[in-house]
């Protein structure tokens, strides 16, 4: 049975920092892509990050400085470290595993299985 857990969510001022955590089980964790996501409700969810197999990784442009994914693939868990927090960045941030090896990809339909993900609320 397949699990995605997040966890590290929570409320935030701009500027702050958190660190999200997903831990992963059922599955060949440390061959598959791995990535996070976020959606606004009323919004189209939106990739953040993603890391391949290899460690390459990808971002998207608004959050390129400020948030680092990596991987830990003897504990089968996935970090999100995010700095400098905006109020923009508030979402519902998921985590998501592709059966991709060596390919670092923010393109949702390529992910077979998601975490009930983590909320993140900053306030200005």
């Known amino acids: 049975q397949v699990q995605l857990a997040e966890s590290g969510g929570g409320s935030v001022q701009a500027g702050g920092s958190l660190r999200l955590s997903c831990a992963a089980s059922?599955?060949?964790?440390?061959?598959?892509?791995m990535g996070w996501f976020r959606q606004v409700p009323g919004k189209e969810r939106e990739g953040v990050a993603a890391?391949?197999?290899?460690?390459?990784?990808v971002y998207a442009q608004s959050v390129k400085g400020r948030f680092t994914i990596s991987r830990d693939n003897t504990k089968n868990t996935l970090y999100l470290q995010m700095n400098s927090l905006k109020p923009e960045d508030t979402a519902m941030y998921y985590c998501?595993?592709?059966?991709?090896?060596?390919?670092?990809?923010?393109?949702?339909?390529?992910?077979?299985?998601w975490g009930q993900g983590t909320q993140v609320t900053v306030s200005s």
């Open positions: 890391v391949d197999s290899d460690g390459r990784t």
């Open positions: 059922g599955y060949s964790y440390s061959t598959y892509c």
């Open positions: 998501a595993a592709a059966p991709l090896r060596n390919i670092a990809t923010m393109t949702a339909p390529w992910y077979k299985y």
